[in-house]
Structure formats: structure tokens, C-alpha cells
């Protein structure tokens, strides 16, 4: 599928829907409850854990670094992002499911 999206545009999507630091967002997936949520498929880590530890890596690398298979893991990225915000639970989401998963893909709601 075609693209027209500047790398310019996907970096800056990507910064809008990433909210949390390399640092913040490594600490998180060390956690019990990063580890517990979100879809696995064969292995023992979820999807969404899986791009966390990649989200770390696009962070941490100088823009002129990037490569085309970290946009698109950019765009999946923020793709993701905006349709879990759309989804949002009734109540306080501190503690839920809904939360932690976008926190794996590197946004904290709550931020």
C-alpha cells in the first residue's frame, strides 16, 4: 500500500502519540502489570510489549538513522494509539487493562 506521508509527518505523529520517554517507557516493561496485558500470539510476550522494547530503540536512534521499517513501525504505532483512545472505558483508568496496553505502545492517558 502507498504512502504519501512525509518522514517529517511520521516523526511528528509519532512524537504526538508517544508520550513517554525511552527511560519511562523501558522501566515500564520491566513491570509485572506491562508483561500481563495485551495479545500473544505463540510466544510469551505480547505484541504490544514486543513494540514497547522496539518504540525504545526508534527513540533512542538520531532521526537521520531511521530506517523504512522503523516508519512503518512508527505509523502502526500511532495508528494504534488513536484507535485505543477512541476506546476509552467509562471510569478511572488508572488502573485498568486499557491503560497498560497503551502504555506498552508508549502513551500514557493519564500523562
Known amino acids: ?3 504519501d506521508t512525509s518522514p517529517v509527518e511520521i516523526r511528528r505523529d509519532f512524537e504526538e502519540a508517544v508520550n513517554m520517554t525511552a527511560s519511562e517507557l ?3 516493561l520491566e ?3 506491562a508483561q500481563e496485558v495485551g495479545q500473544k500470539s505463540g510466544g510469551s510476550e505480547s505484541t504490544g510489549h514486543a513494540s514497547g522494547r522496539r518504540i525504545v530503540e526508534i527513540l533512542r536512534r538520531k532521526k537521520h538513522d531511521l530506517t523504512d521499517d522503523d516508519r512503518d513501525h512508527m505509523r502502526k504505532v500511532t495508528g494504534y494509539v ?10 478511572d483508568v488508572e488502573h485498568s487493562r486499557w491503560r497498560y ?4 505502545w508508549g502513551h500514557d492517558p493519564l500523562k
Do not use: K, V
Request: hydrophobic residues 30%; proline residues 4%.
Open 31 to 33: 513491570t509485572d502489570e
Open 1 to 3: 500500500m502507498a504512502d
Open 101 to 104: 496496553s497503551l502504555m506498552n
Open 26 to 28: 523501558e522501566h515500564w
Open 82 to 91: 488513536h484507535r485505543h483512545l477512541a476506546q476509552r472505558p467509562d471510569g
